[in-house]
T-cell receptor
């Protein structure tokens, strides 16, 4: 199994530009999570999907952030317009929910975003 | 106050030492407790998973949960330089989202 795949690995952009981060979850997993990690705030949940439906987006910081999951094998996190304070590592994670024993997250390698 | 608190470290130990990593939490509804290990420039990976109070052992690693005091511990025996990483504790309220601690950075020196 290839694991959770994220792209790009690194993204450098200028303030005001649109940024799109991509994620392919593990095949067969039915839940997908977007996290943001910074030194100051640690790992923060932004949004999570179950069976492609957004369940909780209370962690999305502002309307500049949006996430979609058009099918079970693909999700995007978009920031428009981007700001320097959005600089962080963005992780995608997936899990198989429905049985308690399987609620374990598998993380991708992350996208290091730098907004200049 | 965060729901799950961890000392950020760094914690520096010599190779072969026993390491104790700890977390406290405030939400009594948490039932599932996990430890994730995160190497530099990598995503967190699940290390240990426990339900409710008690101990769980896996090789050199032992996870301990004391729900009465809301205390979570991870012990690493015979620590190795390859154990150098950031360790994140996390707690889950049966079906809801994981809440992570801020992570403790561990350095094991040869």
């Amino acid at each position: 199994d290839a694991g959770v795949i994220q792209s790009p690995r690194h993204e450098v952009t200028e303030m005001g530009q649109e940024v799109t981060l991509r994620c392919k979850p593990i095949s067969g997993h039915n839940s997908l999570f977007w996290y943001r990690q910074t030194m100051m705030r640690g790992l923060e949940l932004l949004i999570y999907f179950n069976n492609n439906v957004p369940i909780d987006d209370s962690g999305m910081p502002e309307d500049r952030f949006s996430a979609k999951m058009p099918n079970a094998s693909f999700s995007t996190l978009k920031i428009q317009p981007s700001e320097p304070r959005d600089s962080a590592v963005y992780f995608c994670a997936s899990s198989l929910r429905g049985t308690i024993q399987n609620e374990k997250l598998f993380f991708g390698s992350g996208t290091q975003l730098s907004v200049l | 106050q965060k729901e799950v608190e961890q000392d950020p470290g760094p914690l520096s130990v010599p190779e072969g030492a026993i390491v104790s990593l700890n977390c406290t939490y405030s939400n009594s509804a948490f039932q599932y407790f996990m430890w994730y290990r995160q190497y530099s420039r990598k995503g967190p990976e699940l290390l240990m998973y426990t339900y409710s109070s008690g101990n769980k052992e896996d090789g050199r690693f032992t996870a301990q949960v004391d729900k009465s005091s809301k205390y979570i511990s991870l012990f690493i025996r015979d620590s190795q330089p390859s154990d150098s990483a950031t360790y994140l504790c996390a707690a889950d309220n049966a079906g809801n989202m994981l809440t992570f601690g801020g992570g403790t950075r561990l350095m094991v020196k040869p």
